[in-house]
């Protein structure tokens, strides 16, 4: 059974996919189970596209490694019975390997959690500024310098895309500023452009319409003695097992719902068999 620690893990991943266009179709369910649902394998198939194009991109050639590793993603999303069985599970795996070696990953949504933010940073480190407007011609043609080699990109410049790309994605979601303007900014100028923008805008707003005791402790713990302060912490250990409690009982419900399912011809016929057994599969896990 998966924890919250999990599922809020999933919530974040899905909208890290819905802002590169990748989550259609797609739950968080399908982020940690073993569900092999097609929204799933597509995503899966589209991050591995757009991971070689980034690699090519930033290393200035294909890299042997990463592309066997996107041709067994490939390989393993044609259809649900190729995704099955952990075989797709194990190709992300792979992956992430391939684009670094020290990964730790070892499940399905820590696999994704590193391709779409290695997906992200590249992309940033990959985007081009517009090209400049062309020069007027000189009066007599200057010698031809050889351009400047561009600089090669550090597994440390990587790590810090990754870092200002996730920040700037949680601080624009936070604030509430449009989902249009998040996706439309997502290369470099992300850091001086349109987002960073909207998100300033977008705070300075909601601070004006603050009242000027917002930031004060509702409770400061200076008014409290230790007792009532463990009252407190008990009261509030007490509903956190309430509530879990109550959740484990609601994904109990739920699988056994679907195991009836199980029982219906239907999902033969209609070949959505597979699809039961891992939904099920998934809520047990």
Wanted: charged residues 20%.
């Amino acid at each position: 059974m998966a924890t919250a620690a999990v599922e809020a893990r999933a919530a974040d991943l899905l909208d890290r996919l819905d802002v590169c266009g990748l989550a259609s179709g797609l739950n968080s369910f399908d982020l940690y189970s073993k569900d092999v649902r097609e929204p799933f394998r597509n995503m899966c198939a589209k991050i591995a596209d757009g991971i070689l194009e980034a690699s090519i991109a930033l290393t200035k050639g294909a890299n042997p490694q990463v592309q066997a590793a996107v041709q067994a993603v490939k390989q393993t999303t044609a259809t649900q019975r190729d995704a099955q069985l952990g075989r797709l599970d194990a190709a992300l795996l792979q992956l992430a390997k391939a684009l670094d070696d020290s990964t730790q990953e070892s499940s399905r949504i820590d696999a994704l959690e590193a391709l779409i933010s290695y997906l992200q940073a590249a992309r940033m480190l990959a985007a081009k500024p517009p090209p400049a407007a062309p020069a007027p011609p000189a009066a007599a043609p200057a010698a031809q310098l050889p351009a400047a080699a561009e600089p090669a990109v550090s597994a440390a410049d990587l790590a810090d895309a990754k870092q200002v790309c996730r920040g700037l994605r949680e601080l624009a979601g936070s604030l509430g500023v449009p989902a249009e303007v998040v996706a439309g900014s997502s290369g470099k100028d992300a850091l001086g452009g349109p987002l960073l923008s909207a998100a300033v805008e977008r705070a300075r707003t909601l601070l004006a319409q603050l009242p000027a005791t917002y930031a004060d402790p509702l409770l400061p713990r200076t008014s409290l003695n230790e007792s009532q302060c463990s009252v407190l912490r008990e009261v509030d250990a007490a509903l956190k097992d309430e509530y879990t409690l109550r959740r484990r009982m609601l994904l109990e419900r739920v699988a056994v719902t679907l195991q009836s399912f199980m029982w219906s011809g239907r999902l033969v016929e209609k070949g959505t068999r597979g699809d039961v057994e891992g939904l099920v599969a998934g809520v047990k896990a």
